[in-house]
């Protein structure tokens, strides 16, 4: 997914202020805050897409739709916390763009939040009201398109189950334990049947600081407006295979599957640990290169997605999974696809289907070590000759190789 820094500073109702959206805060408890949130590449500044796998930029990885949801603990009592903000942007209807237009590099919004109250005999220095930050991107996006309706069928939504609108976080509302637990790992099903044609959701939380304004020695106001760098995640992982036929003959691609993946997924990310931290970026560039060393799914069954091709006929037009046979010395990348973010202790297979059948067993993606974490890009490159097939696996931002012989080819 190409990196898209969006300087968003966001309008709202402040928590206590009464401001009106994009008013400078007026009180010494509000200060005015600028997000720069950026939809992060995966893959160590090189794009997730390597020329030999996809040649254009997909407009569904790119951000259309944003929400921000801020929470922080209820200033009249402790034990509870409360939704400050929440509220959902359409970028691209902002711009005027239509539903397959690349959406502008940038916005400029700003929020008044709420930033603590000096109690008799504190430092202002010290006074800061810790801000949880959901960000949001893409959340009406569709398995059929690019619509970003939310009129839409949900069946049809990606993420149809959960609901994000005022009437479930709308401002003012308190939140115990119990409801910020499941506000936090929100779960959507997911179809692994189906392919999602059109917006990728993306998701993170994030815990922000907003320190109190206070008057320095030269009677300055100091921090009545800051600013902080955040990003967010593909809440899926891309799959790209590619296939290079090196028999002396034509090769008919019938299909692939791909075993031992999660149909459920949290919308945020849980328990899961960044490298460099997740905190970092606040202060630096949030595009910085991340790796994901460990994560939590879903307690489920994991299942099975299988794609299949047929041969190509005049009648087929554009249909991408009607393939000319394959021509000795040609590749073939198939169309990318995507899934929820997997773990399996029995780790990941994989197999491809020549002339109309699995010849051998699934075999294992061992390099992958039982995990996709969302938001990289899986790839597999099958290299088929008249002996069989070897494939290499790897995973960015990190690449790992593995070569399995023992695909079986059938001779005709």
């Known amino acids: 997914m190409a990196a898209m820094a969006l300087g968003l500073g966001v309008a709202s109702t402040a928590c206590s202020s009464g401001d009106e ?18 939809a992060v ?3 160590d500044g090189q794009g997730s897409r390597a020329t030999e796998f996809e040649d254009a930029e997909l407009v569904r990885e790119m951000i259309r739709t944003l929400r921000i949801i801020i929470v922080h603990a209820d200033p009249t009592d402790a034990s509870r ?24 590099a940038s916005a400029s919004k700003e929020i008044n939040v709420y930033a603590g109250t000096v109690e008799n005999g504190q430092d202002p220095k010290e006074v800061y009201d810790l801000k949880d930050i959901y960000v949001i991107a893409n ?33 003012g509302m308190h939140l115990d334990d119990e409801a910020l637990k499941r506000l936090e790992r929100l779960t959507f099903d997911f179809r692994l049947s189906d392919n999602v044609n059109g917006l990728i959701p993306m998701a993170e939380h994030h815990q922000v600081k907003v320190r109190h304004p206070r008057t320095d020695e030269q009677g300055n106001i100091v921090d009545r407006e800051q600013s902080v760098s955040l990003f967010v995640t593909r809440a899926l992982v891309k799959v790209t295979v590619k296939v290079t036929n090196t028999t002396s003959g034509s090769l008919e691609l019938t299909g692939y599957r791909l075993t031992n ?39 489920q069954q994991l299942g099975q997605m299988e794609r299949t091709f047929t041969v190509k ?11 000319e046979p394959i021509a000795a010395g040609k590749s073939v990348a198939l169309p990318s696809v995507y899934m929820p973010e997997s773990q399996s202790a029995e780790g990941f297979s994989f197999n491809l289907s020549l002339f ?23 790839y597999i490159e099958a290299k088929v000759s008249d002996m069989g097939v070897n494939f290499e696996a790897w995973v960015l931002p990190y690449r790992e190789v593995t070569l399995k012989p023992g695909f079986g080819l059938p001779k005709k």
């Open 21 to 38: 959206p994009g008013r400078p805060a007026d009180d010494e408890s509000t200060v005015t805050l600028k997000f720069n949130i950026a």
């Open 41 to 43: 590449d995966p893959s």
């Open 81 to 104: 916390k409360v939704v400050e903000f929440n509220q959902f942007w359409d970028l691209a209807g902002e711009a005027g763009a239509d539903d397959k237009t690349a959406i502008a």
């Open 139 to 171: 959340e009406h996006g569709l398995y059929s398109g690019y619509s970003h309706s939310t009129f839409a069928d949900a069946s049809d939504r990606v993420l149809g189950a959960i609901d994000l609108s005022n009437e479930a976080y709308g401002s």
């Open 261 to 299: 993946l999660a149909s459920t997924g949290y919308l945020f990310p849980v328990e899961t640990v960044y490298s460099p931290a997740k905190e970092e970026c606040q202060e630096e560039n949030p595009l910085k290169d991340r790796e994901i060393t460990s994560f939590e799914i879903p307690a």
């Open 313 to 323: 006929t005049t009648a087929d037009g554009d249909n991408p999974y009607a393939l």
């Open 356 to 378: 109309g059948a699995y010849q051998v067993a699934d075999q294992p993606l061992d390099a992958l070590d039982g995990k996709l974490p969302r938001n990289t890009h899986l």
